[in-house]
């Protein structure tokens, strides 16, 4: 049973560019979260997605957008890339059930460094 | 911004020896859960409490809530190597917002063999 995947695992991207992250669910999940962890810091919620909608965001910019796919994966777009979006990215899934104690499984990361 | 602060950042110590780690957090939570993260790679969750418990225990861990110091604590007994790490604990709200988890910045725990 394969847990969370993301790929790539490492990104090197210049000032002004656009960048797509992808994450494939926990097999069963139906809902996938991203979060951004600067170094040091601790993760903080970008979006949500669940039936393809995004359901919940946090405070972050226009310039970060996401797609969920009817199979559940997801990607994750960053366009206009600043040095600020250097950091590790992580996808987590859980199986909606309207409960806010649905545990969430994280990915490896992938970690984007922006020149 | 981050909804919690967590005590100590760093932490050192012997192998065999307890560590505990304190978080606080800012508004009222319909439960509180703590990972674990190894080299900046992915979370693994450890142990989550609802904020009606007050204490839970899950092998070498156990947990404690404190709904009105808004805080809470975990400890690991008996302590490994293998227990290096990032701890974070995280926050999910009362209202609406199922799968948000807010996140601490994080204790850092060296365990020397």
């Known amino acids: 049973d394969a847990g969370v995947t993301q790929s790539p695992t490492h990104l090197i991207k210049t000032r002004g560019q656009q960048v797509t992250l992808r994450c494939s669910p926990k097999s069963g999940h139906d809902t996938v979260s991203w979060y951004q962890q600067a170094l040091g810091q601790g993760p903080q919620f970008i979006f949500q997605y669940y039936e393809e909608e995004e359901r919940q965001r946090g405070n972050f910019p226009d310039r970060f957008s996401g797609h969920q796919f009817p199979n559940y994966s997801s990607e994750l777009n960053v366009n206009a890339l600043l040095l600020g979006d250097s950091a590790l990215y992580l996808c987590?899934?859980?199986?909606?059930?309207?409960?806010?104690?649905?545990?969430?499984?994280f990915g490896p990361g992938t970690r984007l460094t922006v020149l | 911004s981050q909804q919690g602060e967590e005590d100590p950042q760093a932490l050192s110590i012997q192998e065999g020896e307890n560590a505990t780690m304190n978080c606080s957090y800012k508004?009222?939570?319909?439960?509180l859960q703590w990972y674990r993260q190894n080299s900046g790679r992915g979370l693994v969750h450890l142990i989550l409490?609802?904020?009606?418990?007050r204490e839970k225990h899950s092998g070498r861990l156990r947990v404690t809530l404190d709904t009105s110091k808004k805080s809470s604590s975990l400890l690991i007994t008996a302590s490994r190597a293998a227990d290096t790490a990032s701890y974070f604990c995280a926050t999910v709200g009362v209202s609406g917002n199922t799968g948000k988890l807010i996140f601490g910045q994080g204790t850092t725990l060296q365990v020397k063999p």
């Open positions: 409490i609802r904020s009606n418990e």
């Open positions: 987590a899934s859980s199986l909606f059930q309207g409960s806010s104690t649905d545990t969430q499984y």
């Open positions: 508004t009222s939570i319909n439960n």
